[in-house]
């Protein structure tokens, strides 16, 4: 009987535990440039997803639940690109600090200054697109799209505030999974999907992700929404980000934690524990810090992605 090919979740639980380390060792101009390359990112797969929906509609209209079944789909464009160029989300790194926090690898600093740096960040490279490649570009060039991007920004503000809370929730909840998963890939087509069905499923139930409405809420407010700045963020922003932090951090992450990651041995800090990932996933710079253990090779035949996951080439261990 052939094996199952897959990656056990206390395997997953390592690669978790290491990709919370390598973050913590950043620095600050590594910190910042992939924060924005993250906002940028995630922004353009959201402007997709406008784009189709906006533009059709006749579909919307007749059958809303396809159009945003068939947009949607696009969306996670913006997740593949932030995870396989290994860049920085706030909102994933809502599950991966708590988690490393709690196994007490990394320190409530290091989960302070992560979040702090690539939640602004994330929000520069939103609205560089939002300003730049999508209202200055004319990229919604038609009146029925410039509405339909009015009407959804007033989507993500105008509801209680209490429903935005819990939106935000289950939307985390997805991305911790969606992450989760794709440590757990060897290839490309087998990350992309890991990747790809929690975050369109999360978009097509409506849930709210706060670093994605960093576009869709300001693109909306460029052509005339009927609240202002004020509004957004004690409507969306406030109530979204919170939601966010107790879906990734305080149930995934302590729900993870306490299936998978209190055993977690504390050779990780130190590089003892690589060999039982296969590989270790920790960025070249971190390779080089932490000592490989006997038979672990980190030369030319071991191909790095950081925080996020791993690409095993032929002769990686």
């Not at 995870?83 to 599950?95: P, R």
């Not at 520069?124 to 300003?131: I, T």
């Not at 929730?169 to 890991?194: E, P």
């Not at 052509?223 to 107790?246: C, E």
Request: with cysteine.
């Amino acid at each position: 009987m052939a094996e199952p090919h897959g990656t056990p979740p206390r395997e997953l639980a390592r690669l978790l535990t290491q990709a919370g380390l390598a973050k913590a060792r950043l620095g600050y101009p590594e910190y910042i440039v992939k924060s924005f390359l993250g906002g940028v990112f995630i922004s353009l797969g959201a402007l997709t997803d406008l784009v189709i929906i906006s533009g059709s509609p006749g579909l919307r209209a007749s059958n809303p639940s396809l159009a945003t079944m068939i947009a949607a789909f696009t969306f996670p464009v913006g997740f593949v690109l932030i995870i396989l160029t290994n860049v920085e989300l706030c909102t994933s790194n809502m599950f991966v600090m708590p988690f490393t926090l709690l196994q007490r690898k990394t320190t409530v600093w290091d989960l302070v200054k992560n979040w702090i740096i690539t939640y602004f960040g994330n929000l520069a490279g939103c609205l560089f697109v939002a300003g730049f490649l999508a209202w200055w570009t004319d990229t919604l060039n038609t009146d029925t799209q410039t509405a339909y991007a009015v009407t959804q920004a007033e989507g993500r503000v105008n509801v209680q505030w209490s429903v935005n809370f819990l939106r935000g929730i289950g939307c985390n909840l997805f991305v911790a999974l969606s992450m989760y998963l794709a440590l757990g890939s060897n290839d490309y087509v087998s990350k992309i999907y890991s990747i790809w069905i929690p975050i369109w499923v999360f978009v097509i139930l409506g849930y709210q992700h706060s670093i994605a409405n960093f576009f869709q809420v300001p693109i909306g407010m460029f052509y005339g929404t009927n609240f202002g700045v004020g509004k957004y963020i004690y409507q969306s922003v406030i109530p979204v980000t919170l939601g966010n932090i107790v879906g990734a951090g305080l149930l995934a992450a302590i729900a993870f934690w306490y299936l998978y990651g209190r055993d977690v041995g504390s050779g990780l800090a130190t590089g003892q524990d690589l060999p039982a990932v296969k590989p270790a996933m920790v960025g070249i710079k971190d390779a080089e810090r932490l000592p490989p253990a006997s038979g672990a090779s980190y030369g030319d035949d071991s191909l790095q992605l950081g925080s996020y996951g791993r690409v095993n080439m032929e002769h990686t261990v």
